[in-house]
């Protein structure tokens, strides 16, 4: 089974002058895949060492992110992912619902072959990484598995809202391995999502993505709840 997309790693490497773009792209998918935890400080200093470039670039890139809102500032002048709270995730979790669900839905009947193809890689790849435990290439996985979805709703507003969304929660998302007993459940909505998209059921696949970010939705906002009364 073939990978879908090239990684940021497999792409060739862009003109000099087009570093800072390349380090605002890669930071972006990192953001949106779960690299970074919430509160994780980024470096300017250890991010430029590890590109081998100078700081300017790297400072433009993160504050393209800061103006964004995937990032926000530190008095130290070091930026960090912004901590989620149970406030800010009971806001975003609703708009999810009906930003996300809606391209689904829009989407259906856009697929293509090679698109279900893309997909189903996806789903299986989801599902070994959660055989093996393996929180990198499943958080990886499924922002492919969504945002590749998404794209094909031909709707560039609905896009770059749902873009949006993820730069913010997408950190987040890591948390859902916080239990073994919960990681068995993690792709028994992306499997009946593909289920409804192979069958062209637009409405059956909706309500899968929906019933898919609720049931994990809830589980977080009661981690951050416990979080919560323990700080008290």
């Known amino acids: 089974m073939r990978n879908c997309s090239l990684t940021f790693a497999q792409l060739p490497a862009p003109p000099a002058d087009n570093l800072q773009e390349q380090l605002y792209q890669s930071i972006r998918a990192d953001l949106l895949a779960g690299r970074y935890a919430p509160g994780q400080a980024l470096k300017i200093r250890d991010l430029a060492r590890q590109w081998g470039t100078s ?3 790297v400072r433009t890139a993160l504050q393209r992110l800061v103006a964004e809102g995937a990032l ?3 008095p130290q002048r070091s930026l960090r992912v912004p901590p989620m709270t149970r406030e800010r995730y009971e806001q975003l979790l609703p708009v999810r619902l009906a930003l996300e669900g809606l391209a689904v839905e829009l989407a259906v009947p856009r697929l293509s072959p090679e698109d279900l193809e893309c997909l189903r890689h996806c789903v299986a790849a989801m599902q070994n990484a959660v055989q093996q435990g393996s929180v990198a290439q499943y958080l990886d996985q499924n922002s492919h598995f969504h945002l590749h979805l998404y794209q094909r709703c031909a709707n560039p507003l609905l896009l ?3 873009d949006s969304l993820w730069l913010q929660v997408g950190p987040f998302f890591n948390r859902l391995f916080s239990e ?5 459940r993690l792709n028994q909505f992306h499997a009946e999502v593909l289920a ?3 069958r062209g059921d637009a409405t059956a696949a909706r309500q899968a993505l929906e019933q898919d970010l609720r049931y ?3 589980y977080l906002l009661g981690l951050l709840a ?3 009364q323990t700080r008290l």
Do not use: T
């Open 180 to 184: 073994a007993d919960l990681s068995l």
């Open 196 to 198: 409804a998209l192979e």
């Open 226 to 228: 416990l979080e919560e």
């Open 160 to 162: 770059r809202m749902i």
């Open 55 to 57: 700081a300017m670039p």
């Open 72 to 74: 926000e500032g530190e």
């Open 216 to 218: 994990f939705g809830h």
